[in-house]
């Protein structure tokens, strides 16, 4: 897999991710360069190449002259989740995603989970984007510090939220208003697909459905900008409960 752009590979290189080799334009050779510099602290091998080859490898077009080879990305259990949440004594906050398949929708959720303090994000195996290349730029770097769950059935992964005392809502239109909701304790948000939104099977596994106002013609959100305010008036909840 590889992982594009300088921020992308620095978030990368602090988060521990493992990295084969690095990949820069050969044109930057002899400059200081804090990737490279990253490179030699941390060992990692890295080679100066034609631009043209960085741009061959590039998946997104925005490889800004740096390509990293890393191993395919490790996803973990919702048992970690829970468990992250846990050893940082706060409420469980998990993001699961019904059949979201634009990978830019995906790393623009990442990024707004991770900016909100979200402990996880689940994903089903099939039919549904799973890390790429171009997930991991879109999220700028966000993704090396999110935790991602993998799972046959989502339906499973509710369940066991819910036995661990996790409150699931489906974000869907027609559902309760977001700022009537009390949103401040462990609380699952289920973000359905750019088409289809929340399955009517996924439906029923919930504990109920939240929604947000919206007050012009258009009738829906694109998916990563729903999650990014929705998940943001969960935090603002938590943070007012503190006080």
């Known amino acids: ?7 992308a590979i620095r978030q990368a290189i602090d988060s521990k991710i493992t990295i084969n080799k690095i990949m820069v334009d050969k044109n930057y ?7 490279i510099n990253l490179a030699v602290q941390n060992k990692i ?39 992250k949440a846990k050893s ?3 409420k469980p906050f998990v993001v699961l995603l019904d059949g979201i398949e634009d990978p830019h929708n995906f790393g623009a959720i990442i990024r707004s989970c991770e900016c909100a303090g979200v402990h996880g994000i689940v994903i089903p195996k099939n039919r549904a984007v799973q890390v790429n290349e171009t997930v991991i730029r879109t999220s700028t770097g966000a993704i090396a510090n999110m935790l991602i769950a993998k799972v046959t059935n989502l339906k499973d992964a509710i369940t066991l939220l819910k036995e661990n005392g996790v409150w699931v809502y489906a974000c869907e239109a027609g ?16 973000i359905g697909s750019e088409g ?48």
């Open 88 to 90: 940082l004594e706060q």
């Open 196 to 243: 289809f939104g929340v399955k009517k099977s996924i439906l029923s596994y919930c504990d109920g459905t939240v929604a947000l106002p919206l007050m012009g013609k258009v009738n829906s959100l694109n998916a990563s900008v729903a999650c990014g305010v929705i998940v943001f008036e969960v935090l603002r909840q938590r943070l007012r409960g503190e006080k």
């Open 175 to 190: 559902g309760e208003n977001i700022y009537d909701k009390k949103m401040d304790e462990a609380v699952g948000l289920v």
């Open 29 to 35: 050779q002899g400059r200081k360069d804090d990737i």
């Open 45 to 83: 091998k890295f080679e100066f190449v034609p631009r043209v080859v960085l741009d061959k490898k590039s998946k997104t077009a925005h490889h800004q002259g740096y390509i990293a080879e890393s191993v395919d990305f490790n996803y973990c259990e919702v048992t970690d989740i829970l468990q």
């Open 1 to 7: 897999m590889y992982i594009e752009g300088k921020n």
